[in-house]
């Protein structure tokens, strides 16, 4: 499981004057809703309180000392005993507020922070980041008011200069295997540069989807390299799984089961079966993964429903 923090700090580093967020960026909420639903939330019980209601469509822990029940929360008495509740999640987001990101960024393998320009007045600050991390990624919106950016960073060891092109893949795979897409992703497009490689690509495009990269270039980069070689096993996994987040589920699963019969092991049999089981998303003319069939489908499935 991933522990990931996510916040919007001002270039001084505030997050919150008087229990509330010093501004109002929609377009920045939309970005929280979007990347946390689904999963697990932890906040601290005034972050709660600000907010006033638990956020839907995710599982809310509040961390309090003394607080009893929060209808629709789940409470947790300290850090450790969160986490512990979220475990088996895929990914859970550290929320806030400042006591609790102080506690929480050693832990957190990703960092998801907007940057709010200018100098505001607050109370609360967001702390400064151990040591490790590395920007990987990185979203300016000039446009929004005030301007802000949009950075995610992950703990790695540096990628250091002057490595080359195979160490570059080799770490993009242990990054991969850790699902830290951003470092893989950020390993895989450099190792191309200094040495084009099709299974790299297709490397490449798997973590470029998966880091929220755009679907088209994943894809028909996915597609080049199972056309340079198609028997390549890696690459087959690859192509399907990126042509199913892509939104193409039949060619994808067409593309796993030739994997499976072209001798692909039990990851593809593993892929099949989650895919394959899988029912139809609530509202078809969107994405699976758009926060509204997330949402529904959670709900529903809540309901016994789904
Ligand atoms: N900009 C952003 O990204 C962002 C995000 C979130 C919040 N905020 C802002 O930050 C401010 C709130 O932050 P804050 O630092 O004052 O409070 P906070 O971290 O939200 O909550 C502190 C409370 O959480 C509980 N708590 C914290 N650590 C705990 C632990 N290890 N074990 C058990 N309980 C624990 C305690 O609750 P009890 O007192 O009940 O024991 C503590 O009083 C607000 O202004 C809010 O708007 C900003």
Redesign the pocket.
Same mark, same amino acid.
């Given at each position: 499981m991933i522990i990931s923090t996510?916040?919007? &700090?001002s270039d001084n580093r505030v997050? +919150?004057?008087? +229990?509330?967020?010093p501004w109002n960026i929609p377009s920045d909420l939309t970005r929280f809703r979007s990347i946390t639903m689904g999963h697990a939330v932890i &906040?601290?019980?005034?972050?709660?309180e600000?907010i006033g209601q638990p956020l839907v469509g995710r599982r809310n822990i509040v961390?309090?000392?003394?607080?009893s029940q929060i209808e629709g929360c789940e409470i947790?008495?300290?850090?450790h005993a969160?986490i512990a509740a979220a475990e088996g999640e895929e990914e859970v987001f550290i929320? +806030?507020?400042?006591?609790? @990101?102080e506690?929480a960024l050693p832990l957190c393998q990703r960092v998801y922070l907007?940057i709010v320009h200018g100098n505001y007045q +607050?109370?609360?600050l @967001?702390p400064e980041l151990p040591a490790g991390f590395v920007e990987l990624h990185r979203e300016e919106f000039p446009d929004t008011t005030p301007p802000s950016s949009f950075v995610v960073m992950e703990k790695v060891e540096r990628v250091e200069a002057g490595v080359d092109a195979q160490q570059l893949r080799r770490k993009g795979r242990e990054a991969l295997n850790r699902q830290l897409f951003f470092l893989a992703r950020r390993c895989f497009e450099q190792a191309q540069t200094l040495e084009e490689n099709p299974e790299t690509a297709s490397d490449l495009a798997f973590s470029l989807i998966k880091s929220g990269g755009e679907a088209r270039q994943a894809r028909e980069m996915a597609e080049k390299a199972l056309w340079q070689e198609p028997k390549n096993i890696r690459i087959i996994l690859n192509t399907g799984r990126v042509l199913i987040l892509s939104g193409d589920k039949s060619k994808g699963l067409d593309t796993l089961r030739k994997g499976v019969k072209a001798g692909g092991g039990p990851e593809f049999l593993a892929e099949l079966a989650r895919c394959g089981t899988r029912k139809l998303q609530p509202i078809k003319s969107l994405p699976r993964s758009h926060p509204l069939n997330r949402y529904l489908g959670l709900m529903l499935h809540r309901m016994n429903l789904k």
């Open positions: 996510i916040a919007a &700090m997050i +919150g004057a008087d +229990g509330r967020l &906040m601290g019980r005034k972050t709660y600000s961390l309090t000392r003394r607080g947790a008495r300290n850090l969160a929320c +806030g507020g400042g006591e609790v @990101f506690e907007t +607050g109370d609360v @967001f």
